[in-house]
């Protein structure tokens, strides 16, 4: 292994070396397929990812470094895994700048142990059932997905170091990335490549018509946006007029996936937008930001309805979430519910900030349609049918809404080490009489559901300039990997 590459040098060698692996394992399929000839001894050795190893001498007092990431806790070797080096080329330079400007780390890179399954290299999956080839014929010959590969051990803290061996370097490593990039393009019927690193996260279907027709506006105005991509694969760009994004729109068939993605990409190759419809309940907010956050993005913002529990909150009001009652259960093993969520100061500034932007409102008169306060985060959602069960909590916890997503979103991204915030719009008030009715909730639809998703996405953009600080140190443990 070369231990003395500059950061470019070792992504262009990470690059060749995944080219090499995946192309040698695609060309081994495809003689499979045809002729049932499995890989030789030689030719599976080869069907490896590379790794990155950065390696800390330390020698002196350890720099004093403000930032919250690409730090070294202590000196050592550390290590990783990586997959799709070209995608993640430009995080992988800038965290590996870093690290040699401020420690005077060196890079190695090499080919590990640590085999590619084969799945990952099937863009689609067409090809299993090929001349009858079925999947439990080709994990007898070729590397095969394994759960006992697969975890969050390091995101979680719960890895052990053996005395010998590297240290993490990143939270994911290949194997852990590239099974969370074949679930995106199930669950959002998009390509994981399209994905932006801004994310609004949604659970209504009305936010999307919004984004969809925003983001049509986007590209037919100067602005820097080029191409929209629907789920199914559908793509409006730059330059169509208006009866031909109509009709890409009406066959995108985005009620065949889960959840639904958006991504409004940026022609000069700075981070877009992507929005995700996530559906209802805690199960779905999990699932899609344990596989978002191997993308390692900016932030994600959940802009959703809720419940509003105050009587002076009117429908259509906002909600600024500062704290979480976290009842969802479905995280309480991995980040207990007496942990506290810390609001992060930069979200929250850029929130209120975008609230009195789109609005036009700001002092007294905003403070009357945005409250911030703490919002529970219930998994049932027939929790008033237990009323006399929730009042007391509710009350202790100094409540003004009530969802089912927002603070698993947020445990998420404190778990996962990605920037999290929630605005959400008051569709209902359930303990005052005032509960979603069909006429009612329409009109309530057509006047907020607009305003709200342009707050959430004037967010973004006073967050754009901002991300350095937006990747705070409240999100980082005391044995945190170098990489963000």
């Known amino acids: 292994m070369n231990n003395d590459l500059s950061p470019e040098a070792?992504?262009?060698?990470?690059?060749?070396?995944?080219?090499?692996?995946?192309?040698?394992?695609?060309?081994?399929?495809?003689?499979?397929?045809?002729?049932?000839?499995?890989?030789?001894?030689?030719?599976?050795?080869?069907?490896?990812?590379?790794?990155?190893?950065?390696?800390?001498?330390?020698?002196?007092?350890?720099?004093?470094?403000?930032r919250a990431y690409a730090k070294f806790q202590s000196p050592g070797s550390y290590a990783t895994t990586i997959t799709h080096p070209e995608h993640f080329g430009r995080y992988l330079t800038e965290q590996l700048r870093y690290l040699v400007k401020d420690y005077g780390a060196s890079i190695g890179v090499d080919q590990s142990d640590q085999e590619i399954p084969y799945p990952y290299v099937l863009e689609q999956g067409d090809d299993l059932g090929r001349n009858g080839v079925t999947a439990a014929e080709l994990a007898l010959h070729f590397p095969a997905p394994k759960l006992s590969h697969v975890g969050d051990e390091v995101a979680d803290g719960l890895w052990h170091h053996e005395p010998g061996q590297p240290l993490p370097l990143?939270?994911?490593?290949?194997?852990?990335?590239?099974?969370?990039?074949?679930?995106?393009?199930?669950?959002?019927?998009?390509?994981?490549?399209a994905v932006q690193p801004w994310i609004l996260l949604t659970n209504y279907h009305r936010y999307v018509d919004q984004f969809v027709k925003w983001s049509i506006a986007q590209l037919a105005a100067e602005s820097p946006y080029g191409v929209l991509?629907?789920?199914?694969?559908?793509?409006?760009?730059?330059?169509?007029?208006?009866?031909?994004?109509?009709?890409?729109?009406?066959?995108?068939?985005?009620?065949?996936?889960?959840?639904?993605?958006?991504?409004?990409?940026?022609?000069?190759?700075?981070?877009?937008?992507?929005?995700?419809?996530?559906?209802?309940?805690?199960?779905?907010?999990?699932?899609?930001?344990?596989?978002?956050?191997?993308?390692?993005?900016?932030?994600?913002?959940?802009?959703?309805?809720?419940?509003?529990?105050?009587?002076?909150?009117?429908?259509?009001?906002?909600?600024l979430a500062h704290g979480y009652l976290r009842q969802d259960r479905i995280l309480d093993s991995l980040v207990p519910p007496e942990i506290p969520i810390p609001a992060l100061a930069e979200v929250q500034v850029a929130l209120q900030e975008a609230a009195a932007r789109v609005t036009g409102e700001r002092g007294d008169a905003l403070k009357e349609r945005l409250r911030t306060g703490t919002v529970v985060t219930n998994d049932d959602r027939n929790w008033e049918l237990r009323w006399s069960q929730e009042l007391r909590r509710i009350n202790l916890s100094r409540a003004i809404?009530?969802?089912?997503?927002?603070?698993?979103?947020?445990?998420?991204?404190?778990?996962?080490?990605?920037?999290?915030?929630?605005?959400?719009?008051?569709?209902?008030?359930?303990?005052?009489?005032?509960?979603?009715?069909?006429?009612?909730?329409?009109?309530?639809?057509?006047?907020?559901?607009?305003?709200?998703?342009?707050?959430?996405?004037?967010?973004?953009?006073?967050?754009?300039?901002?991300?350095?600080?937006?990747?705070?140190?409240?999100?980082?443990?005391?044995?945190?990997?170098?990489?963000?």
């Open 170 to 193: 990143a939270l994911f490593d290949a194997v852990r990335v590239d099974y969370s990039l074949k679930r995106l393009q199930h669950y959002t019927g998009t390509h994981w490549r």
């Open 401 to 484: 809404a009530v969802d089912m997503e927002s603070g698993t979103l947020a445990a998420q991204g404190y778990r996962l080490r990605v920037p999290y915030g929630t605005l959400l719009c008051v569709s209902d008030k359930p303990l005052h009489g005032e509960i979603k009715l069909p006429g009612a909730a329409n009109a309530f639809y057509d006047r907020a559901v607009g305003e709200h998703l342009l707050i959430g996405l004037e967010t973004i953009e006073l967050l754009r300039g901002n991300v350095g600080q937006l990747h705070s140190r409240k999100l980082r443990s005391f044995d945190e990997p170098p990489f963000r």
């Open 229 to 319: 991509h629907l789920p199914g694969g559908g793509k409006i760009t730059r330059g169509m007029n208006a009866a031909e994004a109509e009709a890409v729109v009406a066959n995108s068939h985005w009620h065949r996936f889960q959840m639904p993605g958006y991504h409004l990409a940026r022609s000069d190759g700075q981070g877009g937008v992507t929005l995700v419809n996530i559906g209802v309940g805690p199960s779905n907010a999990k699932n899609i930001t344990d596989h978002l956050a191997v993308l390692r993005p900016h932030c994600w913002l959940m802009v959703g309805h809720c419940g509003g529990l105050r009587q002076s909150q009117r429908i259509g009001d906002y909600v």
């Open 10 to 66: 070792a992504v262009s060698r990470l690059i060749e070396l995944h080219r090499e692996a995946t192309s040698s394992l695609k060309t081994c399929l495809e003689r499979y397929f045809d002729t049932r000839e499995p890989p030789g001894d030689d030719e599976r050795r080869r069907f490896c990812y590379p790794e990155l190893r950065v390696d800390y001498r330390g020698g002196g007092v350890q720099p004093r470094i403000a």
